[in-house]
């Protein structure tokens, strides 16, 4: 039996045991894995450091051996989050309906862990413990398939993790680690119906496309942000450049930054270069429409293609619009339908594009930046889904749930 | 451009106008096509006609006939469907979870249309109209793709549904048929990722499995059902009997049906004659394990593929265990996850039995016959979801539902 189908079937067995687990027992572990983790970074930073000689021979760049390095501090951090997700509620047996039929039936829906949850994530350690934190608190197990170059640091993650639960009465076999490194390991999970209910990737847009195309196993997508701020007509500047330059360039790399600034006309004849200084003095690319490049020096004309790319980066698209309707068809036609933002003091214009715009969070008057499951009060989240099925946006702890109908009788047969 | 992609195209973009619409719009559309099918019913009848007699030609049972075959009466109950689904409440624009952040941000979590749903399904056209006036209810697009033995009624049939809301505001973009009938059309759909937002097939296991293997859109999956019933030691032989035979005989055809009945050792001591002699008198035959071959006479073997198979036919397996933790093992190494019921007096029992056993639905003292929209009180559904993300069991309106949040500020940034 391989590996991955021998680590899922553990993982299923111990599904059955997890399910009958109170938060007290869950927290506990959480609490457990916490505690080892700070205890013993020594081992986890000299596991790490295999890792990173690896990557630096290999000539992996600096940002990304950054993003792969753990110290003293980030360990402790990352035991933190654990000790937070042991403080938020547990969703497990919520009751969401309750109601007696007719025929004296009483039906109720409660939710359930999921059951047994593939991750596929690339080379960041602190998603093996954020997973396995969140999985474990809903009550769910998990298979995690890590990047390569962090095998040496997971591996070290959840050996101490598992020691850790080991004294609780969560089982050890609730988290497993796929240590086979070929990308075969990843293909095998992927069709592995039965043995796992869910897949969520985390990871670049490659990762990801790679998941959604050759999943048999449903999958929760955490795609690709190409996000737009629209600036209206009746846009105050002193509210638009604040929200805009936020949107851009307070975190570039992620998902709900900005990529495309859409500005009315009107708007733009009076204050367009007002509204992009602050951008060429961050030295952002900016990549405009003709229309931006006429009021605007220093503009790179942009492409169809520009407007269809997650930069990731300090660049950033500027296109001229008559309208709200125009903006509206550019992101429909543009988006990835994750975050839009419409700057606007015409309230009419605000509920239409809050109204029309087919996203997981629209916002009037504030930074896209705020879709997070931090910033909307969910706590660590295991990412933010870009499907429309089961869970749209940041995911907090009930997106790791699935639900079941209990029904209470005393004899009712169907006539 | 094929037709599938075309159609699709189509129907995307219609949903963004069914987005906008009010419930009365939407119900107003429901009404006018329930009136047009019941005024035109001969020329549904006509177009049937047809598909009845190619089904003849070729060979086409009796039964499957039966389940293509439109009568008056059938298109009165198909249209009287639709005037029901108007009266259901509209899921759409519900507000979920409203809460404001320290920041002043005001969040709605709201729910809105799915997009485009694609339906793939056999011949039975009464599953056209309930498809496509579910999804309308729902602010959906549909695009169905119905078998090609019921090819000419279903053109009929959204032709007439098409005129019937060209009266409305409801575009006829939103209904659209495929009607090549070629395998290729149903490959087509899996993979129109961008355009469909989900699959939903609904049919027999051979189509169900081509979906859930070949699909990268996300799909809901309406599966099999390997319905058992446990009848524990305390249980009373006058409730078990009724429950029991309603599980099994009073329509073996469909999901929630019984095929696998579990008996305790020591009521069957007691009492397997009595609980199984309706089902001889009712020609029901009956696959047992040598415990139960040794207490009643006219039982064949029971094999342990009987035991993952689903008859949907008047076959019943029945297979004596030694205690609930046997009932249990035997249920989720065979179960399918949809419905499964404890007949027992004593409550720690049924209660183990619904929390540990992993299914849709899960019951005490009732049949299993129950799951299903309408005996909850969900009104027409658009299936029983077999699997965990998005909707498990009966799905009711809002399980054609995704949700946005909307996000109101004054300038928020982050930092």
Known sequence: MSEVREKSLLAKQAAAVMNTLTTEQKNKALLAMASALTDQYQLLMDANQIDLDNGRKAGTSESMLDRLALTKNRIEAIAEGLRQIAELPDPVGELLEQFERPNGLRIEKRRVPLGVIGMIYESRPNVTVDAAGLCLKTGNCVVLRGGSAALESNRAIIAVMKQAIAGTDVPADALQLIEDSNRSSVNEM?????????????????????????????????????????????????????????????????????????????????????????FFDANVEIRGC???????????????????????????????????????AHIAANGTQHSECIVTEN??????????????????????????????????????????????????????????????GNGQIRS
Chains 1, 2 share one sequence.
């Open 290 to 328: 003709e229309r931006t490049a006429a009021l605007v020096t220093g503009i790179k004309p942009a492409t169809a293609e520009d407007y269809r790319t997650e930069y990731n980066d300090y660049i950033m698209n500027v296109k001229i619009v008559d309208s709200l309707d125009e903006a509206l």
């Open 347 to 408: 309230k009419a214009h605000a509920e239409r594009f809050l109204q029309e715009i087919d996203a997981a969070a629209v916002y009037h008057n504030a930074s896209t930046r705020f879709t997070d499951g931090f910033e909307f009060g969910f706590g660590a989240e295991i990412g933010i889904s870009t499907q429309k099925l089961h869970a749209r946006g940041p995911m907090g702890l009930p997106a790791l749930t699935s639900t079941k109908f209990r029904i209470y």
């Open 190 to 278: 992927l069709k592995l119906n039965g043995l796992l209910d869910v897949i969520i990737p985390r990871g670049g847009a490659a990762l990801i496309q790679n998941v959604v195309m050759n999943a048999t196993v449903p999958v929760i997508e955490t795609g690709a942000g190409i996000c737009h701020t629209y600036v209206d007509e009746s846009a105050q500047l002193e509210m638009a450049v604040p929200i805009v330059f936020n949107a851009k360039v307070q975190r570039p790399s992620v998902c709900n930054s900005l990529e495309t600034l859409l500005v009315h006309s009107a708007f733009a004849a009076d204050h367009m270069q007002q509204l992009l200084q602050p």
